[in-house]
């Protein structure tokens, strides 16, 4: 036991040597670099506007985007679309309808896509990965061979062969066929780190005291192995987006063109990309620039949360 | 109640080398730790010596059955540990800890160490309630030397030294019979070492544990153990009380390891007897056969030293060694050849 005066010293060390009562996780330390991140600002801005722009977008759209509007200007004999004209600020697409309005409300769709996308992938790849990663053995070689399978696939090629097996296509079939390429990724990379962390020191140590497997699994391992997880989800947002319009382009994306989506107004572009390049130009620079916002961020989160950057 | 709290009785560690692509193929063995045996008494510290790599660490694991041992027994406190599994296991941890070499690896560093510290009680239904828990939380910060402010501070928020500190107070939380301690400070600062040392020993007397001290540095052990076994290729070569065992080594492997000491005294130093061994430490995968320090033993014969292994054998009371020879060269009977045993000066 400890003096009491010997107490006393150690108690007015802690209390007048500055030291902060509460200390500071790794979660609130990686975003405190992550605000000084010049990277992370740039690309939390672009997906700051995209989401609000996706929110309001009912509200700012002056038309409706299903409705030809600018039908008497459209004459697919003489290949003409309407122009930019004041009221339609991007004119019009090859049936009439208001491009500005489609854009916006495009954005809900595309942003439907990536999220749920990216959230299915996400799930289906904790599930197996923690799977594999925590109960090891036959269980694992079991799941990794399935995810090898599915890795040894080209991504979009598997994303067209999923898409083409529904009778019809909806934007439904298209975030499935999206979600499905990711999930053994994500099962990979989290399945990865976990067996880092069975084997780390403090699973080791928490055996050791005794605590409870599903304890280690659930407060140790998989906490641990999330980091990796998480930059790849941010980066999946970007892809999903990609490969949804790819998957569009390539004329599996929803057969409904009523409800606009960038990737679908791209696919239908490409017949008129010669003579009005503007009807490709618009969801094609939005795809790409929210694309980008969400790499910028998941590559200043990896770098947040990386260790070796602490301090 | 006995007098031995751990009794290791002929214990095995090997470790498979698998190769192939389709169906893993057993290739050959590591015989991590091959054939020790050992006793530990109730209150006692001993201390396990030996280079890296000669399955000092490994024997420390399978004694609290975080490896799975090939063969033999760990006898704790009467209980036959390889007998149990699941559920008995997990409560039969409570009595035994371990404490780590690196204390930044082995805290999780997402848990504060509040949370670090709770987990032990909570995963033993030691915790009784918010007020019981706070007390015994600033209690055990308390005996290994910590601030009262350190509870909601992360690992890698403090000093090597407390890291180790917040180590130990986690492996006393269950209140445990036996610690055993990998390279407890090799990873500190020489200055904190004597520290985190003489806290485990006030710890020992206060609370009446008993330790198994792994270490390379003979230093340590000899400053912390009361009995010190010496670990070369998976076996024990030689065992004795801690002092018995710096003033009269009896196994060659032993002398070598002591000679290695530097002396702070340059007289002292040039006069002093050196043993110089010659090559590495063979492949744990495939040791030598008979003594396995033959290849390297200044003094070996052309007997039996290669082929017929020397069990350990007790000279003198309580002072055992794996020697064919030990009493020979002791005697002067038998000397090492000159190039091999230098002496310097």
Redesign the interface.
Known sequence: ??TSSR?QR??D???GGG?????????VSAWRRLRRSPLFLVGAAIIGVFVVMALLAPWLAQHDPALRLLDDQVSRARNEIPPAQPGHPLGGDQQGRDLYSRMLLGSQQTLLVAVLATVIGLGGGLVLGTLAGAIGGWVDSVVMRLVDVMLSIPSLLLAVSVGALFARQTQFTVILAVAIVQIPIFARLLRGSMLAQRA???V?????????RR?IVF??ML??SLGPVVVQSTLVLAIAIIDAAALSFLGLGAADDSVPEWGQMLGRAQDVIDSHPQLAFWPAGAIITVALGFTLVGESLRDALD?KN?R | MSDVLVDVDGLKVHFPIKRGIVHDRTVGYVYAVDGVDLAIRRGETYGLVGESGCGKSTLGRAVLRLSEPTAGRVVFDGTDLAQLSGEPLRRMRRRMQMVFQDPLSSLDPRQSVQSLLVEGLRAHELDRGAEATAARLRELLDVVGLPANALRRYPHEFSGGQRQRIGIARALTVEPDLIVADEPVSALDVSVQAQVLNLLEDLQAQFGLTYLVIAHDLAVVRHIADRVGVMYLGGIVEEADADALYTEPRHPYTRALLSAIPVPDPEVEDRREQILLTGDLPSPAAPPSGCRFHTRCPWRQPSRCDTERPPLREIRPGHRVACHYAEDIAAGRITAPTGLSASRG
């Open positions: 036991m400890l107490r150690i108690d060390l802690a209390a030291a902060p009562d509460a200390g500071v996780s790794l979660a780390s020191d403090h080791l140590a928490a055996r050791a005291l005794g605590v409870r304890a407060r140790h906490p641990n260790p602490r």
